[in-house]
């Protein structure tokens, strides 16, 4: 059965990150990940082990300012913010599907160590692996921090939005 098919509960897909800031590498994710659920909540991370830039209230609002300015998306999107264990926030939303995107050969190594820690936790969440494209695959939320600390342009990867929020970060 696919997204959408009779007899069948609604896929509720989670798509997880620190997104700080939010590239259009994780768009294109976003898209694609949208015409496979039913619904897909984009979920923010508040801690993590390196320092945001972005509070979490900023970058919540950055992923909300961007997918307002993609059209064709597949399902309705949600965007919200959390902390704690994954799987604990995906049963709190009602997903039964991780999205995650791979960008190279160290990201599977790293997203399958945590798929099946979280298929320990809770084997009733899969994990949908998506391919980024040869365009995206060396883009990444720390690049484009670096680039814009270092006064580079970064209209490339991001939205014209978060580049100038980027600039306002960075302005001495």
């Known amino acids: ?7 069948r509960a609604p896929l509720i897909a989670l798509y997880p990150g620190t997104f700080d800031p939010t590239t259009l590498g994780h768009m294109h994710l976003i898209r694609r990940a949208s015409r496979v659920a039913d619904r897909l909540v984009i979920s923010v991370f508040a801690g993590s082990r390196k320092k945001p830039l972005f509070s979490l209230e900023e970058r919540v609002a950055m992923v909300r300012a961007d997918i307002a300015l993609v059209e064709n998306m ?11 264990l994954l ?11 991780v999205v995650r995107g791979l960008r190279a050969v ?3 190594e790293y997203e399958f160590k ?3 820690m979280n298929a320990r936790l809770d084997p009733g969440i899969e994990t ?4 980024a494209p040869a365009r995206w695959q060396f883009v ?7 680039i814009a ?15 100038q929020r980027l600039a306002e970060k960075f302005r001495v």
Not at 2 to 7: D, V
Not at 74 to 84: A, D, K, L, R
Not at 87 to 94: D, S
């Open 1 to 7: 059965m696919t997204a959408g098919s009779p007899g």
């Open 74 to 84: 597949g399902c309705p999107i949600e965007v919200t913010g959390f902390s704690g």
């Open 87 to 97: 799987v604990r926030h995906a049963r709190e939303v009602g997903a039964s599907c």
């Open 106 to 108: 160290s990201d599977f």
């Open 114 to 116: 945590m798929t099946g």
């Open 128 to 131: 949908l692996f998506l391919a």
């Open 140 to 146: 990444s939320s720390t690049f484009v921090r670096e």
């Open 149 to 163: 600390s270092l006064g580079g342009d970064v209209s490339r990867f991001v939205t014209r939005a978060t580049a």
